[in-house]
């Protein structure tokens, strides 16, 4: 009988502390290159995973686009989690990943941010507004009109683009084009508002909800950009024994437990929203 898909990666999983149990040199760090977005998250997961299977795993945070360039130069990295799939299809189309490994793992949600300290309370009128969705007659132009918005580089990095898909979809973007501040990479739009260095911020919710010095101001409506889908896959150069089995162990419960503690889905879940 085949065994279940879950069965498949308890087994691997086995042989592979096995083969740290039984092996005289010290099991090689697994590399795991991951999205910024993913930090709080995947380190929980690496830490459980490295408990389970006593195999050490590192994991290097930061844009997607950067990270997918760094395996393009030959990076010793051994599995690659981005933040949009655009990415992880660059790769595959130079062989650079391997197909079979590769899987949709999460989903997240895009949300405009303020500084709970009162960023852009003095310049846009917002102050202590509750949440809203920005579909529903809102006009965020007006009310974004005295103040900055930090988001992750428009042209490369996956929040940006996922941002310039909304604010273009909902005809918003030639009004607060001028207005924005591109980053390396969403944390550090983040931490731009947590500072209150700039009064807004577009960034997925989990990093809203990773930072308690901001607060959300409105969710973006899935319709308004790309489901955001963060895949992961071993890296072809990788022979690390654990790389596989590592990305299969993210689609597991346990693993999957750790991501929705933080705000994220499963991928594909609630896209229709």
Not at 8 to 21: E, G, T
Not at 89 to 104: E, P
């Amino acid at each position: 009988m085949k065994p279940s898909p879950g069965c498949a990666w308890r087994l691997s999983l086995a042989l592979v502390s096995l083969a740290v149990a039984g092996g005289v040199a010290a099991a090689p760090e697994l590399t795991v290159f991951a999205a910024a977005s993913l930090k709080e998250s995947m380190d929980d997961a690496a830490a459980a995973f490295q408990r389970e299977t006593s195999e050490p795993v590192r994991v290097s945070y930061a844009a997607s686009s950067a990270l997918a360039r760094q395996i393009e130069r030959g990076a010793p990295a051994d599995v690659f989690v981005s933040a949009d799939t655009d990415w992880m299809d660059h790769l595959a189309s130079r062989g650079l990943i391997d197909a079979l490994s590769r899987r949709n793992l999460l989903g997240n949600r895009l949300v405009l941010v303020a500084s709970r300290a009162g960023g852009g309370s003095d310049s846009s009128g917002v102050g202590s507004a509750p949440s809203f969705e920005p579909v529903r007659g809102v006009a965020l132009p007006s009310v974004l009109a005295h103040g900055r918005i930090a988001l992750a580089r428009t042209t490369a990095v996956p929040a940006g683009r996922y941002a310039r898909s909304a604010l273009t979809s909902l005809g918003w973007w030639p009004a607060l084009a001028p207005r924005l501040i591109e980053t390396e990479n969403v944390r550090a739009a983040l931490m731009l508002v947590a500072r209150g260095e700039v009064p807004f911020g577009i960034v997925y919710a989990t990093d809203a909800r990773a930072e308690p010095a901001v607060r959300v101001l409105a969710e973006f409506p899935a319709m308004s950009h790309p489901p955001i889908v963060y895949p992961a896959a071993r890296v072809a150069a990788s022979d690390h024994e654990g790389a596989a089995v590592f990305v299969r162990w993210l689609g597991s419960d346990a693993a999957m437990a750790i991501f929705r503690q933080r705000g994220f889905t499963a991928a594909g879940e609630g896209s229709a929203r």
